[in-house]
């Protein structure tokens, strides 16, 4: 599964398990707008989304503009990192060990969060440095190109910063969204299943689908 020069982890769900508080968060923020929404239906509608085209979809719900709804829900979201140390995903840091040990995979970050974001999220989980080389950070963010899975450019850009090509890069993702952005990207991807369903990821083009990281583990270590 991990015959590869590169591989780019999306961040959250894959690496740290902010999914629940941040669904959490932006239903209750789009809850008191006028959208009641549930936290299981946020999981089931937004996970993986751009937060610009969840906001134009509760805007056409509520039938008013919500400027700050995104500076709202941020609000929550950082204070919520601060208050709640964000967990490891079960096998995360045992891959990345076995990784190091091996010595032939690079890897980094690239999700649809803003760097921000992503930083305080992996620092809380204790895996920020895990991504660090030689004093600079491979977190890649859709923010920095201003383009959102599902396009592919993120996973392009990471791939083309990191000196890979698309056809020997594998991506870890976690939602349907990503595994679209993989595909059209060239590359191969492995759906990590949980929040969503694993019929969802071979429905969005997963090449392997896995219903934990410890598969990966094993898969690397032999």
Known sequence: ???????????????????????RLLAETLTELGWPVTTEESIERFKGRDLHVIRAEAE??????????????????????????IAVIDGAHELLDVLDGAGTHA???????????????????GMLGRFDHEGEARIYS???????????????????RMGCAPKDTVVVEDSSSGVVAANRAGMRVIGLAGLTPAESLVEAGATHVISSMHELVRAVGG
């Open 60 to 85: 056409a719900v509520v039938g008013r503009a919500l400027p700050g709804l995104l500076d709202d829900y941020r609000a929550r979201m950082f204070a919520a990192f601060e208050s709640e140390p």
């Open 142 to 160: 859709a923010y920095d190109i201003e383009v959102w899975k599902p396009e592919p450019d993120l996973f392009l850009h990471a791939a083309k």
């Open 1 to 23: 599964m991990l015959d590869c020069e590169l591989i780019i982890f999306d961040c959250d769900g894959v690496l740290v398990d902010t999914e629940p508080v941040t669904n």
């Open 107 to 125: 890897r980094c970050v690239a999700s649809n969060g803003p760097q921000n974001k992503m930083q305080a999220s992996l620092a809380s989980a």
